[in-house]
């Protein structure tokens, strides 16, 4: 086994070393932006209120009047600094949710495809009495590689998304939930298998690229799509005001009829409230309503990461099982 | 005629063998079309024919690379295509592109064949390379093509496989390499009591080696006999050397080294001193075949299966 691994290696050292070195330079940069956000993070004495975020205490005035003045301009300056490299950050990340996908292609593409290409098939697969084992072994052995090496750069992500966030615990916040964590490495194990699987069937490299390309994206958006329909069955209605878009999943926003306790949607409420200066009376709403939302609280974040770790986990045994039976079945060349 | 040219199988018990097997690849192109051999046990088999005769196609089908069309090949009994591993346990296999691993050097090479073939041997092809002055560090992609071919070779010949099934095994080699080659793989054929059939357009040296030759031509099998016989039974003159009622059948005409017409005679025992022929090289008996499996006029030797 220590031999199959130390040609995997040597084989894919290209594909390994390109994808560390992109892994690593990730987690330096979110690292650096990590370290400039706790530099810059706001003294106590700005965050006006506990229960929101800093960026949002920026826009935040104090409640109370603040004893010394040229406390809010100095707070707001800070905030402008902060605010600038959460924008870095922001971008960062995103570039941070291509990587894997990246990553997953580059490789996954040249287990079985270039194995194709070359010819190399033609004498692996009469040297090794199986194919299954040959495939296994490799696509396993390269997929926990992988998987092991962008464990870094999704694990920086969150301590990168704690620091934009320093009030928010990351493991209960939806906030950039689907880029940062386990989901950022399975999105690559996927991506992955899908190229493992086309370059088998396409048998060339460069047109599995283009191919795994156009079938990650749509898979990742099917994946999206599926997974915010699920999270829709955890949503609970919930006061308005306990619910924040930086933490939960916020689906809807109405009014609860006090009397009747009746969800009610926002339009209706308006159009029985009295007018008063062209709009709705705000101390009639108030006084005959809750404003409530309806929301996947962020404390379920972690059963999330959960269930879409275990989807892309069991479509991950699927394009597999699929890799094997194409590589199975075909001619080496 | 038939009598002339009879396929010897040792112990009646076939290597490798094909039964009516015909391969049509999409496109509808007929790689094979009839075939019907066996490869006995214990012989050294030169597989010829011109570009495209389907002598790739056959190899293939017999590692399990491809699946005929119609008809069933076979590998000591077990058909390659239902239970694969049974089979290629039993093969060594060369392809006819070479196909090492870019940026693996040689002992990788070595290391990998241990490690995708339980019982694969690195002593004879250590040796082999070793002979060759190939160096075990060197990466693939920086040896000549011959050196590449004779890579594939040696790791053929520690999988000490039962039957060798070579495709051009000397296309690049040099004239000296080839003979050597040639040797070694005879050694280690009678060595071990296996079987090889090799796929070669290069005649002179496989006279020496092989004990048996089949020709194909357009995907069908047109000589399939003991070289011996092939040279013996077989003579060379112009086309109005001999009267066919004399007992001899011309089998087909093809240029000589000169430009003139020579034609492959099929004599039996009793005209084998006719002065009107001379003796036919194994290249002119081929040449003879081939030239008449492409004229319309089909052979008119008997075609042993
Ligand atoms: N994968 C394929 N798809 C379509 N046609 C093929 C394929 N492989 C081979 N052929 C065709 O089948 C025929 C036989 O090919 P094959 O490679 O078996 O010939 P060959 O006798 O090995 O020739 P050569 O001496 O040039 O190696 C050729 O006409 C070839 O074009
Ligand atoms: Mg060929």
């Not at chain 1, 330096?28 to 400039?36: F, N």
């Not at chain 1, 699920?230 to 924040?244: D, G, H, I, N």
């Amino acid at each position: 086994m220590r031999t199959t691994i130390r040609l995997l290696l040597k084989t894919y050292r290209f594909e390994f070393i390109a994808i560390t070195l992109a892994c690593l330079a990730m987690a330096g940069a979110e690292l650096y932006l990590t370290s400039r956000l706790d530099a810059l993070a706001l003294p106590k004495e700005c965050q006006f209120d506990q229960n929101i975020s800093v960026e949002q205490g920026f826009a935040t005035q104090p409640e109370e009047p603040v004893s010394d003045p040229t406390l809010v301009d100095s707070c707001q300056e800070k905030a402008i600094a902060f605010s600038d490299s959460d924008q870095r950050s922001a971008v960062l990340m995103s570039f941070g949710a291509a990587l894997p996908v990246l990553a997953g292609i580059l490789i996954g593409v040249a287990v079985v495809g270039r194995e194709l290409e070359t010819g190399t098939a033609s004498l692996a697969w009469t040297l090794s009495r199986s194919r299954r084992r040959w495939y296994l072994t490799r696509a396993l052995l390269v997929g926990a590689i992988l998987g092991g090496v962008l464990l870094l750069p999704s694990f920086t992500a969150n301590i990168l998304e704690h620091a934009r966030q320093p009030l928010i615990d990351p493991g209960s916040s939806f906030n950039d939930g689907g880029i940062r964590g386990p989901v950022l490495v399975m999105l690559g194990l996927l991506t992955y298998s899908i190229g493992v699987v086309t370059g088998a069937v396409v048998g060339r490299q460069l047109p599995a690229v283009i191919i795994t390309l156009a079938l990650a994206l749509l898979a990742i958006l099917a994946f999206e799509n599926g997974v915010s329909r699920w999270e829709s069955t955890l949503a609970e209605w919930q006061p308005a005001a306990s619910s924040s878009y930086s933490i939960d999943i916020v689906l809807e926003q109405d009014y609860r009829d006090r009397a009747s306790g009746l969800i009610v949607d926002q339009g209706s409420v308006f159009n029985a409230a009295p007018q008063v200066d062209g709009g709705p009376d705000g101390a009639w709403i108030d006084a005959h309503y809750d404003s409530v939302a309806l929301v996947v609280p962020g404390s379920r974040y972690g059963d999330v990461v959960a269930v879409e770790t275990g989807a892309i986990g069991a479509a991950l045994l699927v394009l597999l099982g699929l890799g094997l039976f194409v590589v199975i079945h075909r001619r080496p060349d | 005629m038939e009598a002339l040219i009879q396929p010897s199988v040792v112990d009646g018990k076939a290597a490798l063998q094909a039964r009516a097997v015909a391969k049509r690849y999409r496109g509808g192109v007929r790689a094979l079309d009839g075939i019907d051999l066996d490869i006995p046990v214990g012989s050294i088999c030169a597989l010829v024919g011109p570009n495209g005769a389907g002598k790739s196609t056959l190899m293939k089908a017999w590692v399990g690379f491809e699946r005929p069309s119609s008809g069933s090949v076979a590998v000591f009994g077990i058909n390659p295509w239902r239970n694969r591993p049974a089979a290629l346990d039993r093969i060594g296999y060369v392809s006819q592109k070479p196909s090492l691993y870019r940026g693996l050097t040689v002992a990788d090479h070595v290391a990998l064949a241990g490690s995708l073939r339980s019982g694969f041997d690195p002593g004879p092809t250590r040796r082999r390379l070793d002979e060759l002055a190939i160096p075990l560090g060197q990466d693939t992609r920086t040896l000549s093509g011959g050196q590449q071919a004779q890579v594939m070779l040696a790791l053929a010949l520690g999988t000490h496989a039962q039957v060798f099934v070579l495709d051009e095994p000397l296309a690049s080699l040099d004239p000296l390499a080839r003979r050597e080659f040639l040797h070694v793989l005879v050694d280690a054929v009678r060595a071990d009591g296996a079987t090889a059939v090799l796929s070669s357009h290069v005649i002179t040296d496989i006279e020496q080696a092989c004990d048996r030759l089949v020709v194909l031509g357009g995907g069908r099998k047109i000589l399939d006999v003991p070289i011996a016989e092939a040279i013996s039974s077989h003579r060379v003159g112009t086309a109005e050397a001999l009267p066919e009622t004399a007992g001899a059948q011309p089998v087909g005409t093809f240029p000589g080294p000169f430009g003139e017409r020579l034609t492959l005679w099929l004599v039996p025992p009793e005209r084998a001193d006719d002065p009107a022929l001379r003796g036919a090289t194994l290249e002119e008996v081929i040449l003879g075949q081939l030239a008449a499996s492409r004229s319309p006029r089909t052979p008119t030797q008997g075609q042993p299966s």
